[in-house]
């Protein structure tokens, strides 16, 4: 039921774009996005409710495939404050909240 | 400051003891969750609450247990510990259900269990 993530971990340099994917095998109503600094709380980036919605402010934005149960968040022209570990949520039909494993941004000077 | 309280902030004890962790939701917001995030792990879900009632239960140990008072505020209770059960607990809310709503975390319990 956990979504799954990919790429695991990625390296950027500031300025290069970055995507990441997350995948479920069961229907979704909808799909998170929260990124984690080391030890803090994870903080909310949005949320995608409908079928090829696309959503995003700034340089961040995410894409739902409701028919594949896919998403995507986009990160374009990636600053330092990027780094860190980026979650995605799935709800299902079953309403639970499950996060997928994760995936670990670094973003070098 | 997302608005969700937990404490307390860190918290260390023996292995056999038994802990609570306290949680108070946003104004306003009925569900709340607990998490479970170990060393450099992912969050692993661990129970949901939605004014006052039991809504979802994730990977939750039995030795664990948790509750939503009616002033909506939650406490996770954890027993018997073990070294394993050193982690970051985090407890989460929002106004309704996960599925439409943002999920705003608190700053998490830091449990060291010796």
């Known amino acids: 039921q956990q979504p799954v993530q990919s790429p695991q971990a990625v390296i950027l340099r500031e300025g290069e774009d970055a995507v990441i994917n997350c995948s479920s095998s069961k229907a979704l109503y909808s799909v998170h996005w929260y990124r984690q600094k080391h030890g803090e709380a994870p903080v909310f980036l949005m949320i995608?409710?409908?079928?090829?919605e696309q959503k995003g402010h700034e340089k961040i934005s995410a894409s739902f495939n409701e028919k594949k149960q896919q998403s995507s968040l986009y990160l374009t022209a990636s600053q330092l404050s990027y780094s860190g570990t980026y979650f995605c949520g799935t709800v299902g039909r079953g309403q639970n909240f499950v996060f997928g494993p994760g995936t670990r941004l670094s973003v070098l000077p | 400051d997302s608005g969700v309280t937990q404490t307390p902030k860190h918290l260390i004890t023996a292995t056999g003891q038994r802990v609570t962790l306290r949680c108070s939701p946003r104004s306003g917001d009925l569900s709340v969750y607990w998490y479970q995030q170990s060393l450099d792990q992912g969050l692993q879900f661990l129970i949901q609450y939605y004014n006052g009632e039991e809504r979802a239960k994730g990977n939750i140990l039995e030795r664990f247990s948790a509750q939503q008072f009616p002033d909506l505020h939650s406490e996770l209770n954890l027993s018997s510990l073990e070294l394993g059960d050193s982690a970051l607990y985090f407890c989460?809310?929002?106004?309704?259900?996960?599925?439409?709503?943002?999920?705003?975390f608190g700053e998490g319990s830091w449990l060291t269990v010796v």
């Open positions: 995608l409710l409908k079928g090829g």
């Open positions: 989460a809310s929002s106004v309704n259900t996960a599925a439409g709503n943002t999920i705003y």
